[in-house]
């Protein structure tokens, strides 16, 4: 059968399976697998080692070579007939949400080894090398920064402030990744910030567009700028029982008002505003003491540089608004520009969508991802594939095989068309 | 100089020393001590332990016995004439809030303690024993349940649920338990609901009434009835970045809105009900993921039962009314009826009072405590001694050595006066 393709059609993208890559996808969601069909294998846990070491293992058997850089970041290795050459290089993340799903991330690492697996079949040489890469704890959840390992890898001079960060156990990354390495065969050392020819990330679209519009691949126009905040609210822990209203300075009561009235300020009529206040820590956190402390998150994201900057640069003065007795500080702790994609990999991304048939339209990203960073280093895009009802960081998170498989046809053409311009 | 005050005065009131106890309360506030100079000593935690094996040191150090029952409340004996008589008791708590202070709960066993030294030395012969009594996990914090100690002794069909309850990293009350007997020397068992002739629990108010009017001492009339809740608000997790407003079914917003709404519904003129949104839970809790779950508790006490039945019967209503797109659960998980004092005890702590020339007034107390359930047993009241600007659950908290020990006097007094009536 595969000889029989291999006679009248050369095509990597011919070779790519869709059971296979199914088949690698129910396998890795089974680590870290949860009660309610999602996955919880956040960043360099136990979990994300094993998946990250199973990934090793397939590629050991495909005959690829694997390295590993300062931050984890894993790159498996396609060689081109000009060895010295920057590699194409595709891929995503291993590490999920506290309760995500079975596809953010992995899909475009599952992807990146299929599209090289296809190579192979269809005999392929190409002129640069093609890698399959997983980038370093993209979700953020235990250790404070996403994007940490693509960010390290175009800026190897956050990677000491990275290291040092530590999760809510008191174990700083520098331990963590230590123990994953650990988990794993030694990998050669890849230099931070090596030479990257072009970067293509396949991922979920964790939104509803494509499903509802009936295309199968989104061709990533751009990734939506964000803020980042820490709002601390200090009140004044006191007994349940006995203080008057009149005298608390009731930190869960301030933090609340706060809450209503920052979404409030943040309503657009387009709906196009993404505020979400996801973490709340309330200190002592007793159900009979008066509450002094509250910390919560806020992540605001927009297209638009100048909203970002007009409706971010007000969440100060409704937190002190509605303080009440109590003190507030505000940290900004990111900032993210948009970030837009144009030009060679978005173009040769819809080249090959064109000539395999395959419904698609272009689109903007709500979501970060590691192509924002990489994209600082060499030309950049994304293909996105549909996800059902568009549900993302959900354990109830789902995906077609079939939609997996054509964006795994079209990534593969478009690495061996990068990889031989 | 105890010879000479023997001499002339056998009051138990005249050996009570404000140095002695006052150095027991440093001692005491070195178990557990945090940074902010207050205590956390939790029910059962290997400070507790320890906070209860050093006063089972002094107790025999003063040729007490000790006796312990299944809920790990401890008896400390000065045998009367009687032997076989019920024993008036005294005391209170050693455990704290997780930001708790140096004197809630340990002053009421310190004092009784003092007294039962303070009669040693005026060598005073009761007919009845007179005992200083600690009981187990007053406040609630680690093992849900407060004041459990006195309510498995009054009602010991209680005892198989309590030893059950996990605290949060999953360690059983019972676990909790054997580990603290292991602890401390091995102590004869004492029946639960053993007869007791009365009881006397001397506290901190918690309170600003004492130090605002000038008194010393507070005879408490009742305790207010309290109502806990839970509250679940049930939405649906979702990417931070992608997923519209219109789409999201976000619980911290709604639990927001309810926080604020309920907040409203309580706010009365006089200041009198005790509302408290204290601890509040939110799944998944990370940064970049709608929240799709939240826990809330709330604590509503007030003295008026119509007022905890009517305005805690709208909770529910006020709640479902702000949940918008998320699903919201009330589970109602303790009532208790207000508790009034009179007749035999505070009548006893009122005679004695004057006669030592202490400025006193009744009050009643928001602040729940183990004599709300030991008084299903016998005559029991109760003796508040002032806080500093009645700041407790804090770990500011503060009281002085003359007013803690002028409380020590008073019920030094009472404790003879009742175990001679």
Redo the contacts between chains.
Sequence with gaps: MAAAKRAKDSAASSFVSEERLWRRHMEMAKIGATAKGGVNRQALTPEDARARALLAEWARGLGFACAMDAIGNVFIRRPGAQAAAAPVISGSHTDS???GGRFDGISGVLAALEALEAMNQAGIETRRPVEAAVWTNE???RF?S?CMGSQVYTEPAKLARMLAMKDLDGMSLKEALAATRAAMPTLPERPLKSPIDCFVELHI????VLEATGNVIGIVTGI?G?R?FEVEVLG????????????RK?A??A???M??AL?KMM?DPE??????????R???????????YVLF?I?F?HQSEEVLTRLGDRIEGVCRAQAGPCEVTLTETRRAPTKMFSGLVPDAIEAVTRKLGVPYMRLF????HDARYVADLCPTGMIFVPCEK??????AENAKPSDLAAGARVLADTLVALANR
Tied chains: 1, 2.
């Design positions: 949400q506290p309760s979700e953020g959840s404070a996403g679209e964790q939104g509803p939506a964000s980042r004044e822990d006191a007994h349940a029982g006995t203080t008057p209203r009149a005298r009731d869960v009561l933090a609340s008002a809450i209503q979404h309503a709906d196009e505003v993404r505020f979400t206040i996801g973490q709340i309330v200190k002592p956190n007793a159900m009979a003491v008066v509450p002094g998150t992540d994201r990203s709500g979501a970060g568009g549900i993302s960081h959900n354990e």
